[in-house]
Nanobody, 126 residues
Framework: VQLQASGGGLVQPGGSLRLSCAAS????????MGWFRQAPGKEREFVAA????????RYADSVKGRFTISRDNAKNTAYLQMDSLKPGDTAVYYC????????????????????WGQGTLVTVSS
């Protein structure tokens, strides 16, 4: 499966952005999905994940209550709604796909994912 992330950009603190991850080559419903981010000089870190069914999610503590992961299997697309953005959220955001059972939420480590998108830059600054 090929993944294409989009929706990044420059936003002021407190603002919102919605990232999209479009899949091609294979049906997105075959995979659990995750979002990671990598700030300059830092390691890639887990942000959020969602099961294949969409019924189960998990979030990093740093984004819980501000970010929402979702998916539309009919559109072969996953999303990351980001609200109340902070300068510390500035990073390149990557979507990733994991081969997991239908109700399993993918994990928080990069090694648990099989396919990666190219990343989209989110800059939070006034």
């Amino acid at each position: 499966v090929q993944l294409q992330a989009s929706g990044g950009g420059l936003v002021q603190p407190g603002g919102s952005l919605r990232l999209s991850c479009a899949a091609s080559g294979r049906t997105l419903s075959n995979y659990g999905m995750g979002w990671f981010r990598q700030a300059p000089g830092k390691e890639r870190e887990f942000v959020a994940a969602i099961s294949r069914s969409g019924g189960s999610t998990r979030y990093a503590d740093s984004v819980k209550g501000r970010f929402t992961i979702s998916r539309d299997n009919a559109k072969n697309t996953a999303y990351l709604q980001m609200d109340s953005l902070k300068p510390g959220d500035t990073a390149v955001y990557y979507c990733a796909a994991a081969t997991v059972p239908w109700v399993t939420t993918p994990g928080v480590t990069t090694s648990g994912y099989n396919y990666w998108g190219q990343g989209t830059l989110v800059t939070v600054s006034s």
